[in-house]
C-alpha cells in the first residue's frame, strides 16, 4: 500500500512537472497583451492589495471587539492569495507559455513574489479564536 | 540476587504497576466527577423555581407545556418519517454536491433538529417548544402569551425575557450592517439584531445558536453538548450523510453527559462557557458541528416548510386572487396614510403616490416576493411591560443562577445594549459600531409582517370575540391583538399620558385612549404616533394583514397540530386588558444598563 501511495505521488508531482501546455487557440483569440499588460499588472495589484490586508492585520488589536474585522480582513487575505492557485504564481513562469508566442509570456509572473509578503517571523494571521469567542 | 532473579523481579514489579494503573484509571472511568455527579442530583431533585408573584405564572402552564411537548414530538414523527421516504442523495462534483435530494435532505435534518427535545438538558424542550407553526413559530401557549409573555427555559421556570420571534423570513435578512450614509442598522437576526452572522455570514444560522445555550432556555452549558448530543440522535446518520460521516470523530470526556445535563449558568461551573474538557482540535470539531446546526436549522427555515410564500397576497400579485373591498381598502391604507410599508416595505410600485389617500396602485410589483420588512430597527415607544417574567428572577435558582438580579432596574434597551456588549445580550463582535449606541437605544428589528396574523385552523383569528388564538406582540408582548396594534401606531401620540402600564387615569381605558409611557424615550420612532386613520380604516388594515398569512394557495406545514383550546368573547380593543396589573414603582434604570459608555442621551429614567 505504502509502494502504492508512493506511486501516485509520484505520478501526480510528473503531472505537474511536465504537463504540455494547453494552447488550443488560434491566432488573436487569446489578447496579444494578456501577460505583459493586463495580466503582470493585475498580479501587481493584486500584490499590492494582499500586502496592504497584511498590514491591515499587523495593525489589528485582536480581541472580542474586533471580530468582524478580523473575519472580513481574513477574507481580504484568502480574496487576494495568489498561492491558492494549484500552479501557485511562484511556479508560473513556464504556465501558458505557448510555444507559438513565447515574447508574449516571458515575464509571466515576475511581479509576484510571495516571499516578500511571507516571512518566517510574520505572525499567524488570525490567532485561533478562544473557546468563548463562538459563542454569542 | 544474580541479574536473572533481579530481572524477572523487575519484570513483575513492571507488569504489577500496569495492572494496578489499569485498574485505577478503570475505576477513574467509572465515577464521574463529583462535583457534576452532585449538581445533578440536585437537577433530578431541584424544585421548581418560582421567584414570581401569584398571578405571574398562568395557572395551566404545566399542562401547556406537557400539551406542546407532545405535539412536537408529534412532528418529530411525522420529520422522521419524511426523512426515511427520502431518497438519498448522490455526492458527486467538484466541488462535492448532494445531488438531487441534497436540498430536501439539509431541511429535513434541520427540521429534525428543531423538533428534538432531547437538546435540552432536561430532554423537555425542543426549539419549537416555544416556535410552534399553528403561530407561524412564535409563542405556542395563549396563556403565556396573555400573561409572562417570556417562555419557560429547560430549567422550570427560568424564563427569558422577550417574546419568540417568528421563524418564517427570517433566513432572509442580511448580515448585520451600519449604512453610515442613512445612520441606520439593517439586518442581523433577534430582537436586539445580535446574531449579526459576522462569522457563518447568516444572521439565521447564527442565530439558531443562541436558544441552546441561552441559560433560559434550551440552557446547555457548553456548545459541544450540541456536538454529543446530535452524535447520539436517531437522525445522526442524515447529519452525516448531509455534512460528512466523519463529523462525529470527537473524543468527549466521560463526563460530558453529566455536564450536558447539567443547566447552564450552574454555579458548579464557575462561569466557564466550556466546561466539556476537549484537546484544541475536538474543540474545533464541536465548533463546525454547532455551525452545521445552524445552517441546518436555517436551511429548514429557508424552505418552503416555514417560509412559504403562499399567502392570498402572494396570490394577488400572480392574479390568481382578487382581495375583497376591506382588504384592498386596507393595502391602500398600509402603503400609504397607515405609512407602514415605510418599514415593512410591500414591494410594490408606489404610483402614483402613496399618500393620497384615493389614488390607485397602477404600478407593477417590483419585487414578486416583497418581505414586508426592511431589515431595520426602531424604537415604537412600548411602556414597560410589567408582566414580563424576566423582571421577577432576581433571586438565585437551586444552581445558583440568577437570571436578572437588577429586577425592574432593568431596561431594555435593545440594539443599543448589544452595541455596548451590555447586560442580558451577546458581545458585540464590531467595536467601531458601540460609539452608535445611544442613537439606537430601544430599538428592536423591524419583524416581516408575513404571518402576523396566522393561527390554528380551529381558531381562525387572532381578534377577539374569535374564536381566536391569543398571540402577543411586539418584542414584550405588551399588545395583544392585531386592532391593538394598529391602533397604537395611529394613536400613541394622541393618546399618551405620564403613567406606567396599570396606571390609566380615571375614565380612560389602556390601550384604548391611554398609552402609558415608553419604556426608552430618548430615540422613538416619530414616523408613526399620530395617523389619523379611523376605526373603520383600522380595522381594513389589520384585513389586509390577514391576507398575508401563508396557506393560502397550498396547505401550510404542521399547521394542523394544535391540539389546544380557542378563547371566545371580548373584544378586540381591550383583549387582554383583564390580564393587566400595575407597575410597581420603578426604581431608576441599572448602572449595568445605563451607565454603560456610551451611555444613553438623554438618560434613561
Same mark, same amino acid.
Given at each position: ?8 505521488? *509520484?505520478? =501526480? $508531482?510528473?503531472q505537474? #512537472?511536465t504537463?504540455p ?5 488560434? /491566432?488573436d483569440?487569446i ?10 499588472r493585475?498580479? *501587481?495589484? =493584486? $500584490?499590492?492589495?494582499? #500586502? ?7 495593525a489589528l /488589536?485582536?480581541n472580542?471587539?474586533t471580530a468582524m ?21 511562484r ?5 501558458l507559455?505557448?510555444?507559438a ?6 515575464q ?13 517571523s ?12 463562538r459563542?454569542? | ?21 489499569c485498574?485505577?484509571a ?11 455527579s452532585?449538581?445533578?442530583a440536585?437537577w433530578?431533585?431541584?424544585p421548581v423555581?418560582n421567584p ?5 405564572l398562568?395557572?395551566?402552564?404545566n ?15 411525522r ?12 455526492l458527486?462534483?467538484q466541488?462535492?454536491?448532494l ?7 439539509v431541511?429535513?435534518l ?17 426549539c419549537?417548544?416555544?416556535h410552534m ?7 405556542p ?8 409573555i ?12 422577550r ?20 445612520g ?40 459541544a ?5 446530535l ?10 450523510q ?8 470527537i ?24 466546561p466539556?474538557?476537549?484537546n ?9 458541528v ?27 400579485l ?32 408606489t404610483?402614483?403616490a402613496?399618500?393620497a389617500?384615493?389614488s ?10 416583497p418581505?414586508f ?5 426602531a ?13 421577577y428572577q ?6 445558583g ?15 443599543g ?29 423591524t419583524?416581516?409582517a ?11 383569528s ?14 414584550n ?5 392585531l ?9 400613541r401620540?394622541v393618546?399618551?399620558?405620564d ?21 426608552v ?10 395617523l389619523?386613520?379611523?376605526d ?12 398575508l ?22 373584544s378586540?380593543?381591550t ?31
Amino acid at each position: 500500500m505504502v509502494l502504492g501511495v508512493v506511486m501516485i505521488t *509520484r505520478g =501526480v $508531482s510528473a503531472q505537474s #512537472a511536465t504537463s504540455p501546455i494547453y494552447f488550443p487557440y488560434p /491566432p488573436d483569440v487569446i489578447p496579444a497583451d494578456l501577460a505583459a499588460e493586463k495580466t503582470k499588472r493585475v498580479n *501587481r495589484e =493584486v $500584490s499590492r492589495i494582499e #500586502a496592504e490586508a497584511l498590514t491591515q492585520l499587523h495593525a489589528l /488589536p485582536i480581541n472580542s471587539g474586533t471580530a468582524m474585522r478580523q473575519v472580513q480582513i481574513l477574507g481580504k487575505l484568502e480574496l487576494f492569495d495568489g498561492n491558492l492557485l494549484v500552479n501557485h504564481l511562484r511556479s508560473q513562469k513556464r504556465w501558458l507559455r505557448p510555444s507559438a508566442n513565447p515574447a508574449t509570456y516571458d515575464q509571466w509572473g515576475t511581479a509576484w513574489n510571495p516571499n516578500s509578503l511571507w516571512s518566517s517571523s510574520a505572525p499567524p494571521i488570525i490567532s485561533t479564536p478562544n473557546d468563548n469567542s463562538r459563542k454569542g | 540476587m544474580n541479574r536473572r532473579t533481579l530481572f524477572r523481579n523487575r519484570r513483575r514489579l513492571t507488569i504489577i504497576s500496569v495492572v494496578v494503573l489499569c485498574v485505577v484509571a478503570i475505576c477513574m472511568s467509572l465515577v464521574p466527577p463529583r462535583k457534576v455527579s452532585a449538581q445533578n442530583a440536585n437537577w433530578r431533585a431541584a424544585p421548581v423555581y418560582n421567584p414570581y408573584p401569584p398571578g405571574i405564572l398562568p395557572s395551566d402552564l404545566n399542562s401547556e407545556l406537557a400539551r406542546v411537548l407532545a405535539e412536537v414530538d408529534f412532528i418529530e414523527n411525522r420529520a422522521i418519517a419524511r426523512w426515511q421516504a427520502l431518497t438519498p442523495p448522490t455526492l458527486t462534483g467538484q466541488p462535492p454536491i448532494l445531488q438531487n435530494t441534497g436540498t430536501e435532505a439539509v431541511e429535513a435534518l434541520g427540521e429534525l433538529m428543531n423538533y428534538d427535545r432531547n437538546i435540552s438538558p432536561n430532554r423537555n424542550q425542543a426549539c419549537a417548544s416555544c416556535h410552534m407553526p399553528y403561530a407561524a413559530f412564535s409563542g405556542p401557549i395563549p396563556s403565556v402569551n396573555l400573561t409572562m409573555i417570556a417562555y419557560p427555559g429547560t430549567a422550570h421556570f427560568r424564563a427569558g425575557k422577550r417574546t419568540a420571534q417568528r421563524y418564517p423570513y427570517a433566513p432572509f435578512f442580511p448580515v448585520l450592517q451600519y449604512n453610515e450614509e442613512q445612520g441606520l442598522f439593517f439586518g442581523g437576526n433577534f430582537w436586539d439584531s445580535r446574531a449579526t452572522g459576522y462569522l457563518l455570514r447568516n444572521p439565521d444560522a447564527h442565530q439558531a445558536q443562541g436558544p441552546p445555550v441561552d441559560t433560559q432556555e434550551m440552557g446547555n452549558p457548553d456548545t459541544a453538548c450540541i456536538a454529543f448530543k446530535l452524535s447520539r440522535a436517531v437522525y445522526r446518520p442524515l447529519f452525516e450523510q448531509v455534512w460528512g460521516k466523519d463529523s462525529f470523530q470527537i473524543k468527549f470526556p466521560h463526563d460530558t453527559e453529566e455536564i450536558c445535563e447539567t443547566p447552564g449558568g450552574a454555579a458548579v461551573f464557575g462561569g466557564s462557557a466550556t466546561p466539556i474538557r476537549l484537546n484544541a482540535e475536538d474543540r474545533v470539531l464541536a465548533n463546525t458541528v454547532y455551525d452545521h446546526w445552524g445552517q441546518s436549522i436555517d436551511a429548514y427555515e429557508q424552505s418552503v416548510q416555514v417560509s412559504a410564500f403562499s399567502s392570498k397576497f402572494d396570490a394577488f400579485l400572480k392574479d390568481k386572487y382578487t382581495l375583497t373591498a376591506d382588504e384592498k381598502a386596507g393595502y391602500d391604507l398600509f402603503k400609504g396614510k397607515g405609512n407602514c410599508n415605510s418599514c415593512h416595505l410591500d414591494g410594490r410600485s408606489t404610483a402614483p403616490a402613496p399618500t393620497a389617500p384615493a389614488s390607485e396602485d397602477t404600478g407593477v410589483a417590483a419585487s414578486a416576493n416583497p418581505l414586508f420588512t426592511c431589515f431595520g430597527s426602531a424604537n415604537l415607544g412600548l411602556p414597560l411591560n410589567p408582566r414580563d417574567a424576566f423582571f421577577y428572577q432576581t433571586t438565585p435558582d437551586s444552581f445558583g443562577f440568577t437570571a436578572n438580579p437588577l429586577g425592574f432596574g432593568y431596561r431594555d434597551l435593545g440594539l443599543g445594549t448589544f452595541l455596548r456588549s451590555g447586560f442580558g445580550s451577546w458581545p458585540n463582535p464590531n467595536i467601531t459600531w458601540r460609539q452608535f449606541a445611544p442613537t439606537v437605544d430601544g430599538q428592536m428589528q423591524t419583524s416581516t409582517a408575513r404571518n402576523v396574523a396566522m393561527t390554528p385552523p380551529q381558531c381562525p383569528s387572532t381578534e377577539a370575540p374569535g374564536p381566536y388564538f391569543q398571540k402577543e406582540f411586539f418584542h414584550n408582548g405588551y399588545i395583544k391583538s392585531l386592532k391593538q396594534l394598529v391602533h397604537f401606531y395611529n394613536t400613541r401620540d394622541v393618546y399618551p399620558f405620564d403613567v406606567t402600564s396599570g396606571h390609566c387615569p380615571a375614565g380612560t381605558t389602556e390601550k384604548v385612549n391611554c398609552w402609558p409611557r415608553p419604556e426608552v424615550p430618548s430615540t422613538i420612532d416619530m414616523t408613526i404616533g399620530k395617523l389619523g386613520l379611523t376605526d373603520e380604516e383600522e380595522n381594513q388594515i389589520v384585513a389586509f394583514l390577514q391576507t398575508l398569512t401563508d396557506g393560502f394557495t397550498r396547505p401550510y406545514p404542521n399547521r394542523d397540530t394544535f391540539t389546544g383550546s380557542c378563547m371566545t368573547g371580548g373584544s378586540a380593543k381591550t383583549q387582554g386588558n383583564e390580564s393587566l396589573i400595575p407597575t410597581p414603582p420603578l426604581p431608576p434604570c441599572a448602572s449595568a444598563v445605563c451607565d454603560v459608555p456610551p451611555v444613553p442621551n438623554p438618560p434613561i429614567p
